[in-house]
């Protein structure tokens, strides 16, 4: 296959830094977002427009677009709107968790003429077995 | 006229062949003459259109969300990428579904005019990606060019000569 020079392409997409390469990911990824939860509801853009008490559809079709910077206002609004989740306000990745531990032991009594799959009992005539769990919350 | 479609490696992912146009015996595809002619005086805006269509090959698909459609005439694909409402370049495009675009030419686009009639540029261009899309599409229902099992590439005969015509 032939390739082409293309020189001031490649220089200038050498010049995009992961970082502003992955905040236009985002704008795209939600305006894809945005579109497929309108989809899911059978909302066009009018509707959506109404029911984000916006007056101009021009302003939805740029937030379809991939090119609009959102606010945390407008963002929190959609969510609301079209019952998705746009903004991920999980836990914060290093927060202390509180784990709760019981040790619960548990005894069971049983005589040497019981039969136990892989288990075998001579003396005494009667033993305990202790099953050890301990559970986590 | 003659032409031939090449892919951009650059920009093809997962999600999408991105293709431009080499036309005649030029060396260098549409798309690297929009960043020549328009890196100087719109920096930024080049610069955005082409993490555009980066996202597009790897993250989204070249969904129709993302363009101004019925640029060409009916039926045809021709699109344009939609420019930022501070923004004045215009990208012209055709889109074979989400998986495939061939990305022309273009260039800037006052806001003071509606038409893309009313600015020459722009209608050269114009004209020259709908005569494209023409031509492809002919060699699609000819069933020259064919799209790949997983619809990323085009298959067969990309080299479009005078005589084809």
């Given at each position: 296959?032939?390739?082409?020079?293309?020189?001031?392409?490649?220089?200038?997409?050498?010049?995009?830094?992961?970082?502003?390469?992955?905040?236009?990911?985002?704008?795209?990824?939600?305006?894809?977002?945005?579109?497929?939860?309108?989809?899911?509801?059978?909302?066009?853009?009018?509707?959506?427009?109404?029911?984000?008490?916006?007056?101009?559809?021009?302003?939805?079709?740029?937030?379809?677009?991939?090119?609009?910077?959102?606010?945390?206002?407008?963002?929190?609004?959609?969510?609301?709107?079209?019952?998705?989740?746009?903004?991920?306000?999980?836990?914060?990745?290093?927060?202390?968790?509180?784990?709760?531990?019981?040790?619960?032991?548990?005894?069971?009594?049983?005589?040497?003429?019981?039969?136990?799959?892989?288990?075998?009992?001579?003396?005494?005539?009667?033993?305990?077995?202790?099953?050890?769990?301990?559970?986590?919350? | 006229?003659?032409?031939?479609?090449?892919?951009?490696?650059?920009f093809s992912g997962n999600k999408a062949g991105v293709y431009s146009v080499v036309l005649n015996n030029?060396?260098e595809t549409l798309l690297n003459k929009f960043v020549r002619e328009n890196e100087i005086s719109f920096?930024?805006?080049?610069?955005?259109?082409?993490?555009?269509?980066?996202?597009?090959?790897?993250?989204?698909?070249?969904?129709?969300?993302?363009?101004?459609?019925?640029?060409?005439?009916?039926?045809?694909?021709?699109?344009?990428?939609?420019?930022?409402?501070?923004?004045?370049?215009?990208?012209?495009?055709?889109?074979?579904?989400?998986?495939?675009?061939?990305?022309?030419?273009?260039?800037?686009?006052?806001?003071?005019?509606?038409?893309?009639?009313?600015?020459?540029?722009?209608?050269?261009?114009?004209?020259?990606?709908?005569?494209?899309?023409?031509?492809?599409?002919?060699?699609?229902?000819?069933?020259?060019?064919?799209?790949?099992?997983?619809?990323?590439?085009?298959?067969?005969?990309?080299?479009?000569?005078?005589?084809?015509?």
């Amino acid at each position: 296959m032939e390739t082409y020079k293309d020189e001031a392409l490649n220089s200038l997409l050498s010049e995009i830094t992961p970082s502003e390469q992955a905040k236009t990911d985002a704008k795209m990824l939600l305006a894809v977002k945005i579109a497929d939860a309108m989809q899911a509801k059978g909302w066009n853009k009018t509707r959506l427009m109404k029911k984000m008490r916006k007056s101009n559809p021009s302003e939805i079709t740029r937030w379809l677009s991939g090119t609009q910077n959102f606010t945390v206002e407008t963002l929190v609004d959609l969510e609301r709107v079209l019952e998705i989740k746009l903004l991920d306000l999980g836990e914060p990745k290093n927060a202390e968790r509180t784990i709760k531990q019981y040790n619960i032991d548990i005894l069971v009594p049983f005589n040497r003429s019981q039969q136990m799959t892989g288990c075998f009992v001579s003396e005494p005539s009667e033993a305990y077995t202790y099953y050890k769990q301990t559970i986590y919350s | 006229m003659k032409f031939k479609i090449e892919k951009l490696n650059q920009f093809s992912g997962n999600k999408a062949g991105v293709y431009s146009v080499v036309l005649n015996n030029d060396e260098e595809t549409l798309l690297n003459k929009f960043v020549r002619e328009n890196e100087i005086s719109f920096k930024s805006e080049t610069k955005d259109i082409l993490k555009r269509l980066y996202s597009i090959g790897h993250s989204t698909g070249a969904r129709s969300q993302f363009f101004k459609e019925w640029e060409g005439n009916p039926g045809d694909g021709v699109c344009a990428l939609y420019d930022k409402p501070d923004c004045n370049l215009r990208l012209y495009c055709v889109c074979y579904g989400t998986q495939l675009i061939i990305v022309g030419s273009g260039g800037y686009k006052p806001k003071t005019i509606r038409a893309l009639q009313e600015d020459a540029k722009l209608t050269e261009e114009n004209t020259l990606i709908k005569e494209i899309s023409q031509q492809i599409t002919q060699r699609i229902k000819d069933k020259d060019i064919r799209f790949s099992n997983d619809y990323l590439d085009f298959t067969g005969d990309l080299s479009f000569n005078d005589e084809d015509l």
